[in-house]
C-alpha cells in the first residue's frame, strides 16, 4: 500500500469530496492515510494575525480536530472530520457552535469539546502546522503527499468516484504525483458543483 498524507480544511466542499475518494481507496486497500490540517483562512489572513481573528469561521472546528488527533489519534480526527462533512457538504449546514457539537457527539467526542475549546494553545499550533505546510508547497486543500513525492494539489473532483472508477482515477494521479516535471492539468470554469451536476443539468 501506497502512503499517502492529505491536507485538509473541514471548509473545503471540494476537499470533502477527495477525502471520500481517498477513503474509497483505503477501504480498497491501496493506500494509508496520514490527516494534515491546513487553514485557507489562516492562508488568506496578513502573516502574525493570531489564529482566532485568522479563523474566525472554521477555526473551532480546525482546534477541535486537532485536539481530537492530539488526544486520541487518527481515528478521532478521521470520525469528527468525516461527521463534519456531512454536515456541512452533504446536509449544506453553515457552520456554527451548534453543528460542531452535533459532529462531535456523532463521531463520540462531545466529551473533548470542552477540552479543544480550553486549549489557547492550539492556534499557534495550527499556525505553525500551516507554515509548515507552506514550506512543503503545499497551498491549498486538497493537497496530497503520495509516497517521497513532490505534494501535488488536488485531484479536484465534483463527486468522489467508487469502485473501479476510484482505482483508475488513483493510478492516473499516482502517476502524476511520480512526475517532478508535470506541473498542472486544469480544466476551467467548474461546471459541476461539489457532490452536484453540471450547471446545464446534464
Known sequence: ??????????????????VRWLLELRRL??????????????????????????????????????????RLGAPAFEALFVALGERLHERKLEPSDAVLSDAAEAAGLGHLLAEAVARVDLGDALIAEHHAARQLDVFGVPTLGIAD??????????????????????????????????????????????????????
Open 149 to 202: 513525492h513532490k505534494v501535488v494539489y488536488g485531484p479536484i473532483v465534483a463527486n468522489a468516484p467508487t469502485g473501479s472508477d476510484a482505482l483508475a482515477l488513483w493510478e492516473d494521479v499516482r502517476r502524476f504525483a511520480e512526475r517532478p516535471d508535470l506541473f498542472e492539468l486544469k480544466r476551467w470554469p467548474r461546471d459541476v458543483p461539489p457532490g452536484g451536476r453540471r450547471t446545464d443539468g446534464s
Open 29 to 70: 486497500e491501496r493506500i494509508r492515510l496520514t490527516w494534515r490540517l491546513f487553514s485557507l483562512e489562516v492562508n488568506s489572513s496578513p502573516a502574525g494575525t493570531p489564529f482566532a481573528d485568522a479563523a474566525p469561521r472554521h477555526g473551532p472546528a480546525l482546534v477541535a480536530l486537532a485536539h481530537a488527533r492530539e
Open 1 to 18: 500500500m501506497t502512503e499517502v498524507r492529505v491536507w485538509v480544511d473541514p471548509s473545503c466542499p471540494w476537499a470533502w469530496q477527495t
